[in-house]
């Protein structure tokens, strides 16, 4: 061990030269010496050093006094001569030979000759000796509470005319004790002071941060000197599972890319550590029934050694914390208490990043879905002034304020005087669940915008509410549908109406006996038929509308073959167009490849097209076609009415919409056929376009895939 350059002695070409050499005879000025030159001295090596300087002064003879490194099963000793020079040296334990002389815990001379021929030629010690060695040991079996690691002194070569009695040397030995043991102990109380100062700091830090990789950090530098262990990891509970994850980057940077390594809930010594709830010291751990060796052949990291304890929040197992492979010796109690005197922060520290983490992702949760939303959203304080907006309130607004966040709401959504004031108010006080107000509020250009103003208070911490969200609802669709709504209701009364007081009128006739001659009943009974298949047709409609809207038409699909259904349906059509005076043409593919969904959407949508292609064409022809292209089925329905004004394309498929013109017109309908047959259509991914010519008439095509068989 190098010595610190304040020490009272000087090191030249590793050697130990005493500054002011002083010489004595007398046991009571050996004493004095040692006092004077060891009594501001700390260290277990100096007073070696200076111990073996003033016993070979004092008896005349080399003296080497050695003291045992356990961890690297070596000795450092120093060797000193009578004339004042030390010479340091550093044996292991094989070459020193030490082993069998610790056991003389009192002072003893050994001839060289007398001793074992493999003692004597296996030791440094006793090739240094010419004749004999007085020597002892310093070890707890000569003193059983003493601090400090083993050491041996031995005279070399003592002189025989002046021979060092026993007795004497054991009382020196005894002095070196009081030494030794006050050494060692500071030496225990500096390292323990450093090892306190460094969990402290570590704690702190940890204390102070919420970055999981930055608590990772913390542990790969002072943590592991401190501990002197080879790596450090943690491995996280997983909740659900009860599984451990272990994070590759603190085994080393060249385990980074490793993939998280997972135990399974009891697995291995994490799994029962993190079970039991108990620490563990295992110091070969091949040996031990627990231990996991598939980490290990996966990492290619030799674990031998280890501590492991449990990272508790509460009574709730978190995690585990390991120590892997002491570097010299074994691991011990001590080490036990320092890895525990940092789980608890450590524990602390990764369940507050955990919950930073699991906060902040809740954040942005609700930001996204705060900006997303399609309704307007804002939040007020108690003031009125809005305190968070998203972009579909300034929508809303129709973009006429540059400053919404920090603005009053009042001066925003422009109402009667006190009415959103009483809102809030009503919001942040009121035990009503949910507080609603409906308004039509003032928009550019004198028009006003229809809305309902949810509102709901936000509690702090303290559940006090002094914030309130509400959400701003466009009611301009959920009105119009409502108009809609109206309008078919007024539609279907008057369809309902017509042919039913036209079949009651020719009823009544009939059984008045107006129609005496057979030409007259049967054109009477002929208006009665129609009248009754419209009948039959629009509450057909209004029943595949309910079917629709409770998705009963939107079965399982399954092969259909469509030349069936043509065949089925087209013979009353056919009778219609003809009736009234149109030429009906088809040009049917046989033998069309099947297409899924099932027959009577396919049926539903062929009468609606070609219903709809009688009803608006006056004269003319209607034309029906569908073949099959590339996996594709194409089904055509053309005819030469009154085709469709530009301005109505966009709305043509939506629910309840009948372009002006067939109003305008008295063509009777509903609004409903188009929507049905497109939403139909879209549930076996089919599509329908269309083209029109105003005045010259209209093409609808549907385009279904060939059925994978």
């Not at 291995?268 to 620490?279: C, D, M, S």
């Not at 809305?451 to 119009?480: C, K």
């Not at 009943?521 to 595949?544: A, C, N, T």
């Not at 097209?609 to 029906?624: E, H, M, R, V």
């Amino acid at each position: 061990m190098p010595l610190p350059a304040w020490w009272p002695i000087s090191i030249n070409a590793g050697m130990i030269v005493d500054v002011q050499p002083q010489q004595s005879h007398d046991i009571q000025g050996l004493w004095q010496d040692v006092v004077n030159d060891l009594r501001d001295v700390f260290d277990v090596h100096f007073v070696c050093a200076r111990f073996s300087h003033h016993i070979a002064r004092y008896t005349a003879a080399r003296t080497l006094i050695a003291v045992a490194d356990t961890e690297s099963k070596c000795y450092d000793l120093w060797l000193a001569n009578p004339n004042g020079h030390t010479f340091q040296h550093r044996w292991t334990q094989d070459e020193a030979g030490f082993d069998v002389l610790m056991d003389y815990t009192h002072p003893v001379y050994l001839d060289k000759l007398e001793r074992p021929a493999i003692e004597v030629i296996s030791s440094r010690l006793w090739l240094e000796t010419k004749n004999r060695l007085m020597v002892v040991g310093l070890t707890q079996a000569a003193r059983a509470n003493n601090t400090f690691p083993p050491v041996i002194l031995a005279l070399i070569d003592p002189s025989e005319s002046r021979p060092v009695q026993p007795h004497t040397l054991q009382q020196i030995v005894d002095l070196m004790f009081v030494f030794l043991d006050r050494a060692a102990l500071r030496q225990e109380v500096d390292r323990r002071t450093i090892e306190f100062a460094v969990i402290s700091d570590v704690s702190r830090a940890l204390s102070s941060t919420l970055n999981v990789e930055q608590i990772y950090q913390l542990l790969t530098g002072p943590v592991r000197q401190t501990l002197n262990v080879e790596t450090l990891s943690i491995g996280l509970v997983e909740p659900i599972t009860g599984d451990i994850i272990f994070v590759g980057t603190l085994f080393g940077p060249e385990f980074e890319r490793l993939p998280p390594i997972r135990l399974s809930r009891g697995q291995g010594i994490a799994g029962w550590v993190a079970e039991h709830q108990e620490p563990v010291i295992i110091n070969n751990t091949y040996s031990d029934q627990r231990f996991f060796s598939g980490v290990d052949r996966r990492s290619g990291f030799r674990t031998s050694s280890m501590i492991c304890i449990p990272l508790k929040v509460d009574d709730r197992t978190i995690g585990v914390l390991q120590a892997i492979n002491r570097q010299f010796g074994k691991f011990t109690n001590h080490d036990l208490e320092l890895m525990q005197g940092l789980g608890g922060p450590l524990a602390a520290a990764i369940e507050n990043a955990n919950l930073h983490a699991d906060v902040l992702a809740e954040k942005r949760r609700i930001e996204t879905l705060f900006s997303s939303m399609s309704e307007g959203l804002v939040t007020v304080n108690r003031e009125g002034i809005i305190t968070k907006a998203n972009s579909a309130f300034s929508t809303l607004m129709a973009g006429q304020f540059d400053k919404i966040v920090g603005a009053p709401l009042r001066e925003l959504v422009r109402l009667e005087k006190g009415v959103i004031d009483s809102l809030i108010g009503r919001i942040l006080d009121s035990t009503e669940a949910n507080v609603h107000l409906a308004a039509d509020i003032s928009q550019p250009e004198g028009r006003s915008l229809p809305i309902l103003i949810s509102g709901a208070p936000v509690d702090n911490e303290h559940r006090a509410a002094n914030e309130a969200i509400l959400v701003f609802s466009d009611l301009t669709q959920i009105r119009e549908v409502e108009r809609m709504r109206d309008d078919l209701f007024q539609g279907i009364v008057h369809e309902l109406r017509t042919p039913l007081a036209t079949i009651l009128m020719y009823s009544r006739l009939l059984r008045e006996g107006k129609a005496r001659d057979p030409e007259k009943s049967e054109r009477f009974l002929g208006v009665i038929e129609r009248e009754s298949d419209r009948l039959q047709r629009m509450i057909r409609q209004m029943l595949d509308l309910a079917k629709l809207e409770a998705r009963e038409m939107r079965r399982s699909p399954e092969p259909v073959w469509l030349n069936p259904v043509f065949d089925e349906a087209l013979p009353p059509l056919v009778d219609r167009a003809v009736q009234k005076g149109l030429l009906f043409r088809q040009r049917i593919e046989t033998d069309l490849p099947p297409v899924m969904g099932n027959s009577e959407v396919y049926d539903m949508t062929l009468k609606n097209l070609l219903d709809n292609a009688i009803k608006f064409t006056p004269s003319g022809s209607i034309q029906l076609a569908a073949w099959q292209d590339n996996g594709t089925v194409i089904i055509e329905v053309t005819d030469e009415g009154i085709g469709i004004p530009p301005e109505a394309m966009n709305n043509l498929f939506k629910r309840f919409y009948r372009a002006q013109s067939a109003v305008e017109r008295g063509i009777a309908g509903t609004g409903l056929g188009l929507y049905m047959v497109k939403e139909n259509l879209k549930n076996y991914n089919g599509h329908i376009a269309v083209q029109s010519t105003l005045g010259k008439g209209s093409t609808f095509t549907i385009h279904l895939p060939v059925a994978q068989l």
